[in-house]
């Protein structure tokens, strides 16, 4: 069974760090694609970076770009989001999802874990 839980998520101010993770059971990484959504209060869940062995890293969200970086550990069983220069609208509960394939679309991804709460407080 493939289970995925995301954690790494917390109160920070504006202009700092969080790391992420999603590790990943019952399946490694090698044949899928993993990608980051987030979605904040009244608004639709947004495709943020996605990471798979064929297609490499996709940025989806115009707006971390430079400041969002994606990788995997070496066993390919936990995925990373490093979040930089956090701003105020990046707060949101993230989320992680496995497919074959990355999509920017939800629907597209089969698997999820339980989201983590990112807070930036300005």
């Known amino acids: 069974e493939v289970q995925l839980q995301a954690s790494g998520g917390g109160l920070v101010q504006a202009g700092g760090s969080l790391r992420l993770s999603c590790a990943a059971s019952?399946?490694?990484?090698?044949?899928?694609?993993i990608g980051w959504f987030r979605q904040a209060p009244m608004k639709e869940r947004e495709a943020v970076l996605c990471?798979?062995?064929?297609?490499?890293?996709?940025i989806y969200a115009d707006s971390v770009k430079g400041r969002f970086t994606i990788s995997s550990d070496n066993a390919k069983t936990t995925v990373f989001l490093q979040m930089n220069s956090l701003k105020p609208e990046d707060s949101a509960a993230y989320f992680c999802?496995?497919?074959?394939?990355?999509?920017?679309?939800?629907?597209?991804?089969?698997?999820w874990g339980k989201g983590t709460q990112v807070t930036v407080s300005s």
């Open positions: 019952g399946v490694t990484f090698d044949d899928y694609a």
């Open positions: 999802a496995l497919d074959r394939r990355c999509d920017d679309d939800a629907y597209g991804m089969g698997y």
């Open positions: 990471i798979s062995k064929r297609d490499g890293i996709t």
